[in-house]
């Protein structure tokens, strides 16, 4: 199947400051890719779309300025979470299309100490 | 909203047993799917379903998607300890791609060699 890598898998930081994640499709191109959230022992929810080329569609309730998210190519997104607090930690995990299906990164854990 | 109702939230099993769990809604799913979890990963897609009443084997499992197009059940047979993590089924939100996904509450599985 299709490959979607997420970076980094695993970061720590300190509240007030800011965290990129990025999400890489590395055999195919996307022009649209999804961010998910998961809390501890929760599902997935959708948090927003990420076009190419043009701005990302959020869900509601979810802070656009809080969640930054640029999609530069066809085969990286990026979600920065500004000026992160503790209760932003969490598991992001992103999703791309090919063919149809969703193929999902391996996630990054966040926390904010 | 939509909603997606998993059961059982959890299983504790032997190996080689079978394993049942189930997912309903109240609205109309055109897809269904079901994924798999393991710890500090993304999911990863087990078997899609798209067709009312269509049933579709993966191995050991086993899916079918409902005739009312609001329910799906995966079986796992004679599992085995790597069957452990978390299932979730998975189906578009109102009748969209497979991007924007609505995920169940997942069910947790445990299989004790």
């Known amino acids: 199947g299709a490959v979607v890598s997420q970076h980094p898998s695993r970061v720590i930081c300190k509240s007030g400051t800011s965290v990129k994640i990025e999400c890489r499709s590395l055999?195919?191109?996307?022009?649209?890719m999804f961010w998910y959230r998961q809390f501890p022992k929760k599902s997935l929810m959708l948090m927003a779309t990420?076009?190419?080329?043009?701005?990302?569609?959020?869900e509601q309730g979810v802070e656009k300025d809080k969640f930054l998210i640029n999609h530069a190519s066809l085969t990286l997104s990026t979600l920065t979470v500004t000026s992160a607090h503790p209760e932003d930690s969490s598991f992001y995990i992103c999703?791309?299309?090919?063919?149809?299906?969703?193929?999902f990164g391996q996630g990054t854990r966040l926390t904010v100490v | 909203g939509q909603q997606l109702n998993q059961s059982p939230q959890s299983m504790f099993i032997q190996e080689g047993e079978d394993v049942s769990m189930n997912c309903t809604s109240s609205?109309?799913?055109?897809?269904w799917l079901w994924y798999k979890q393991d710890p500090g990963e993304g999911p990863v897609l087990l078997i899609a379903?798209?067709?009312?009443?269509e049933l579709t084997s993966n191995g050991r499992l086993t899916a079918q998607f409902g005739i009312t197009r609001k329910d799906s059940f995966l079986n796992i047979s004679a599992s085995i300890p790597s069957d452990v993590g978390i299932y979730f089924c998975?189906?578009?939100?109102?009748?969209?791609?497979?991007?924007?996904?609505?995920f169940g509450k997942g069910t947790k599985l445990s299989v004790k060699p």
């Open positions: 055999d195919f191109q996307a022009t649209t």
């Open positions: 379903l798209y067709k009312a009443g």
């Open positions: 998975a189906g578009p939100r109102y009748g969209g791609s497979q991007g924007n996904l609505i």
């Open positions: 999703s791309a299309l090919t063919g149809g299906e969703a193929f």
């Open positions: 609205s109309i799913f055109n897809t």
């Open positions: 990420s076009n190419e080329g043009s701005k990302a569609t959020y």
